[in-house]
């Protein structure tokens, strides 16, 4: 149970899901686990109690991608321009309003909506907060609300907590992970998930394609030592070309390689967008906080695990990045 929440809130949440008869759920453009298990494992919550339920993410034509499509619950998800009005609008793991992408107006135009959230840097977009940056993943938060409505757990409504809970976590492996936590990933085995399926197909399942780009990617890192202060930067670069023809969330696990450099406390993986763009994904171990890093480039995130976004070129994307370590690290 976390603390950080006032009993109000949660009230005013309460009484929102009690007034309406359909919900919409948006989870953040290119979904995580976090985001899309948080949204669909309370969709079917509230499906239970006589909802009607639509999920969505703010993409045009958002399909969801083949690595999540297992996530109980998918049968929810429809792309935003197939949805028909709903009464109350909850955002699941959304930081900030740039990452509803064509949501953000549905969002807006509702009378209410919740925010449930995670991130420290969350802007405030909303009418009520479910926010407390010291949950583990939005999905922990997400379970304290499916149990304040006293909706009895199915291993559908668990499964999709638990790749969230699990996926923000790093495996329960992060800072992030309390007791707590643990806890509440052994109710959720407790509730009849397939951990040991659940962890394959989240973490240790890939085309092989993907392994080649991310050896590839690696096999370009560069080190600084001397970066961040002397605490170390390390970082690669996959280009549109590099990807071979996948989609760029194929290269979302190359950080999950390169932050096991020892050499380096920080490191940083820029993958370029179909349209150009470049999108950084930060990392650091323990004395580095990227989240304010990627703050001042624009972008947010957690103390440990953050990013940001450039219009830049890519040798000037990373010189931005090492000056901004230099000065916030
Ligand atoms: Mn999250």
């Avoid at 006293?150 to 790093?170: C, F, K, Q, S, W």
């Avoid at 643990?182 to 394609?209: C, H, M, Q, W, Y």
């Avoid at 690696?218 to 970082?235: C, D, F, M, Q």
């Avoid at 990227?290 to 624009?298: C, F, K, R, Y």
Wanted: negative net charge; proline residues 3%; hydrophobic residues 45%.
């Amino acid at each position: 149970m976390t603390n950080f929440l006032a009993q109000p809130e949660w009230d005013k949440a309460l009484a929102a899901v009690s007034d309406c008869t359909s919900v919409l759920l948006l989870a953040h453009v290119t979904p995580d686990a976090d985001a899309l298990g948080s949204a669909l494992g309370l969709g079917l919550a509230l499906q239970s109690l006589g909802k009607k339920v639509q999920v969505t993410v703010g993409e045009e034509n958002f399909v969801v991608p083949s690595s999540l499509s297992f996530l109980p619950g998918v049968e929810l998800i429809h792309s935003p321009e197939a949805l028909t009005s709903a009464d109350l609008v909850i955002s699941c793991d959304v930081s900030s309003d740039a990452r509803l992408g064509t949501t953000l107006e549905l969002l807006q135009a509702a009378k209410v909506s919740i925010a449930i959230d995670h991130h420290s840097s969350f802007t405030g977009f909303g009418t009520i907060h479910l926010v407390d940056p010291g949950a583990a993943a939005t999905a922990e938060l997400v379970l304290e609300f499916i149990d304040r409505l006293e909706v009895a757990l199915t291993p559908e409504i668990a499964g999709a907590i638990y790749a969230g809970l699990t996926t923000d976590t790093g495996s329960f492996k992060f800072q992030s992970t309390t007791s707590h936590t643990l806890r509440t990933a052994a109710r959720l085995v407790d509730a009849g998930i397939d951990n040991s399926k659940l962890s394959r197909l989240l973490f240790d399942d890939e085309p092989l394609a993907a392994l080649v780009m991310m050896g590839e990617a690696v096999s370009r890192a560069k080190l600084l030592p001397e970066a961040a202060n002397g605490a170390g930067l390390v970082y690669a670069s996959v280009t549109r070309e590099q990807r071979n023809g996948l989609p760029e969330l194929a290269a979302e696990r190359v950080i999950e390689a390169l932050r096991r450099t020892s050499e380096a406390e920080v490191a940083a993986v820029f993958k370029q967008a179909d349209d150009g763009h470049w999108n950084g994904s930060l990392r650091s171990k323990s004395s580095v906080d990227v989240g304010a890093v990627a703050m001042a480039l624009g972008g947010g995130g957690h103390k440990y695990a953050a990013g940001f976004s450039s219009t830049l070129d890519l040798s000037a994307t990373i010189d931005l990045l090492i000056e901004k370590l230099a000065i916030t690290a």
